[in-house]
């Protein structure tokens, strides 16, 4: 499976850090940062909710991908 650029990578390093899936989401999340920090929990749960969401809604649709310890993936 190749990911697509506006898939979120989980992993470590520049490739992750590079991708630009994963740099518009760390965008979003330092965006939310602040209110996050002060939200109640249900604050918290709408703005993690939302930020999914975001990025379910590309196009292509974003995927939030591991890399399988096998291997693939």
Avoid: W
Avoid at 12 to 30: K, Q, T, V
């Amino acid at each position: 499976m190749n990911p697509s650029q506006t898939d979120v990578l989980s992993g470590r390093g520049a490739r992750f850090n590079r991708h630009p899936g994963n740099e518009h989401f760390r965008r979003m999340i330092e965006e939310q940062k602040d209110i996050y920090k002060v939200g109640t929990k249900k604050q918290k749960m709408e703005i993690s909710k939302a930020i999914a969401e975001t990025i379910y809604s590309k196009v292509p649709p974003g995927r939030f991908l591991k890399k399988c310890s096998d291997g693939s993936g």
